[in-house]
């Protein structure tokens, strides 16, 4: 039943899309709804779905109601490439948001760059992301300081001088991330006495993690999404490593405790937001959330909101919808009260913001620290 009813909710925005109305502004999403890190997408999309609902409740843009169509990129690069160009030929939508893993915004932001459609990544954080060209944003910090982040809390507030690296190869995020923070750790003053690797799919880490037993290292850095994340939290304490592990956003998902079960518990992690903020914007949007949905708000779907409510916000001040226009508006977007943060997008159009270190505690997020850019 419940599936049924996910089935139900998540062919709705697509079915909206498909028949384009005269009085809607069409907007594409492209994102994981299935795969190995599906909760980055289904997430996403819930923040998305609960911005345009409020909007259009206000209203809408323009005088006109924002319509949603979602795609599938079944965590694949080459699905995310191809979802876009059908969101921009056949849909013809006028922006894009998506997308959250790096290599897939990689692969599928050009694609909207040469097509002069604006593309605002919710969360991708590897620099390279809105290279692509002058209509690709993301309202997300980015790598360089996720991984200062953790380096800093690292060598300052955990006292490690030896840490080992385990970093996914085929993830451009997980490898940006991992060499970030190798260089910041090191400046520091720290050793990284073993800098290991796997691939996303990959179910057996023993080898690798024998390896940095026998380093000794003080914390073990695995900047790589949540599925693979468990897994090497089980098989380490298994081996009896007992340093704690630290990593970045991609570990944001309720699924991380669901693999990692108790070993993933005390591990530490940089994210985009907390919780447990008494900010009034937050607690707002997480008590509308779980109105809507009956669950907590990850970051993700926090990041999918704000990055909504930004692209809504650039098309009203926009003085037509050619892309064009979204675009000048959205590189306009300057002190925006998002449930992130305050977000500016600078000349690079990333934004800058602080970031949060967080502990798992179970399914709770346990709020640590600040670290403001
Ligand atoms: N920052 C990750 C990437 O670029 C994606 C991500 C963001 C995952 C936020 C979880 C939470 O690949």
Same mark, same amino acid.
Request: charged share 25%; aromatic share 4%.
């Given at each position: 039943m419940k599936r049924l009813i996910l089935a139900a909710l998540l062919t709705l925005p697509l079915l909206?899309?498909?028949?384009?109305? =005269?009085? =809607?502004?069409?907007?594409? =999403?492209?994102?994981?709804?299935?795969?190995? &890190? *599906?909760? !980055?997408?289904?997430?996403?999309?819930?923040?998305?779905?609960? +911005? !345009? =609902?409020?909007?259009? +409740? +206000?209203?809408?843009?323009?005088?006109?109601?924002?319509?949603?169509?979602?795609? &599938?990129?079944?965590?694949?690069?080459?699905? +995310? *490439?191809?979802?876009?160009?059908?969101?921009?030929?056949?849909?013809?939508v006028v922006a894009i948001l998506g997308g959250v893993a790096s290599g897939r915004s990689k692969a599928a932001a050009p694609i909207a760059q040469s097509n002069s459609v604006p593309f605002v990544s919710p969360a991708s954080t590897n620099p390279d992301v809105t290279k692509a060209g002058d209509y690709v944003f993301r309202v997300c910090f980015i790598d360089p300081f996720q991984g200062f982040v953790m380096a800093k809390f690292s060598s300052e507030n955990l006292k490690h001088k030896k840490v080992a690296i385990l970093r996914d190869v085929k993830n451009d995020y997980s490898v940006g991330l991992a060499d970030v923070f190798s260089a910041e750790f090191k400046k520091r003053g720290g050793e990284i006495v073993a800098d290991s690797s796997y691939q996303a799919g990959d179910i057996d880490f023993k080898a690798q993690l024998t390896q940095i037993r026998s380093k000794n290292p003080d914390g073990i850095y695995v900047p790589g999404y949540y599925t693979e994340v468990g897994l090497i939290a089980q098989q380490a304490r298994q081996l009896g490593i007992k340093a704690p592990l630290m990593g970045g956003d991609g570990w944001d998902s309720d699924k991380l405790s669901e693999i990692g079960k108790e070993a993933i518990n005390g591990n530490y992690y940089s994210n985009h937001y907390t919780v447990e903020s008494s900010d009034p914007a937050v607690t707002e949007f997480i008590k509308k959330f779980k109105a809507k949905y009956n669950e907590t708000p990850d970051a993700l779907a926090a990041l999918g909101y704000d990055a909504a409510r930004i692209l809504a916000a650039a098309i009203e001040r926009s003085p037509d919808l050619s892309g064009k226009a979204i675009r000048d508006e959205l590189a306009k977007t300057k002190d925006f009260g998002g449930v992130t943060g305050k977000i500016t997008l600078n000349e690079n159009r990333d934004a800058v913001k602080s970031a949060v270190i967080i502990q798992v505690d179970g399914k709770n997020r346990k709020y640590i620290s600040t670290i403001s850019p």
């Open positions: 909206v899309g498909c028949t384009k109305k =005269e009085n =809607e502004i069409l907007i594409g =999403e492209y994102d994981s709804l299935t795969g190995s &890190d *599906a909760t !980055f997408g289904l997430s996403t999309n819930k923040g998305v779905r609960l +911005a !345009f =609902e409020e909007i259009n +409740a +206000a209203g809408g843009v323009k005088g006109k109601k924002l319509g949603l169509i979602t795609l &599938d990129d079944q965590g694949k690069n080459e699905e +995310a *490439a191809s979802a876009v160009t059908r969101l921009i030929t056949q849909n013809k």
